[in-house]
């Protein structure tokens, strides 16, 4: 008798293994695919042609246009939004950072893919990095080519990039992206051509990884703070403080930083020259800013390189925080972010130092 207790509780336990694991069951992962427009979404009147129109084609026809993602997984399309990524807001980020709990809390997706465009993707990418808490795998996707042009990239960059979501190795490694068959983590990486089909480069800490046709190859975890790990939550959060960025040069004027003081910005990046510099009217303007309370960040117009606290500029002095690892776009999404909640200098110089 007891022994037959026995036997039926492991055909149970057994049963239940296997069903758990989709390589017995044959279950396939469910994957969500998030579309917000962009060039990947894109359409011209010819496939050689330069000129076109970013989000043109559906969700839908995009999944249409490559079947095999189908074998991958179960896949179902949303459309967010069809854009251009130059008219991303954070509107439309903040809808996804709450879908994507949605589906995690729901448990109807065990990975996410967006599509995006590319010329602000870093940015959703690493918003999404810093506030989503879910640990299901959220891959940003785009392309460079348009869907109508000759040897369009973006059927592949999809199909790998539902490959890497819907892989559990890419969970715990934050906000991914994939383009090119390369896998990037959302906080190193950053567009550097403005037509090449590679134009997203990790320069300071490499790749996460590499995926070719569907086969993924994960090299390293990310060593910055992101996701669970993350202080940040934009739960109940519908709009975000307003942060400008100024653009250094030699001799630059002083008056657009003071001139985004008066029009209400809560915090300034200078994407300053080299280490974060700025010349001394502009220092001064910085200054006068952070002492009405206006958060100043230094980053910098160089495309790779961390700008180091008091440096050649005296922050302690004149109350200004570092960028360390961001480029002023990043710094722009972290700035505003923390800005959520009155925090001191140096806490917000501790954010800049670990995100
Ligand atoms: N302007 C386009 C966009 O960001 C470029 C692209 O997707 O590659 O939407």
Redesign the pocket.
Known sequence: MKNSHCYTRCLLTLLIVLVSFPAFSQQKPNITILAT????A?AAGSGAQSGYT??QVTIDAMINAVPDVLNLADISGEQISN??????SFDIMLKLAHRIEELASNQEADGVVIT??????EETAYFLNLVVKADIPVVLV???RPSTAISADGPLNLYNAVAVAADPNARGLGVLLVMNDWIHSAQTLTKVSTTAVQ?FMSPLRGLIGTTAYGVNDFYRTPDQRFGKSSEFSVSGVTELPRVDIIYGSADMSADLITAAVELGAKGIVVAGVGNGNMNKASLEACAEASKKGVVVVRSTRVATGTVGRNVETDDDALGLIASYNLNPQKSRVLLSVALLEQRGLDEMQRIFVEY
């Open positions: 427009g962009g060039t990947i894109g970013s989000g854009v251009g990524s130059q008219d991303m995006h465009g590319t010329d602000t993707m785009g392309s460079m134009t």
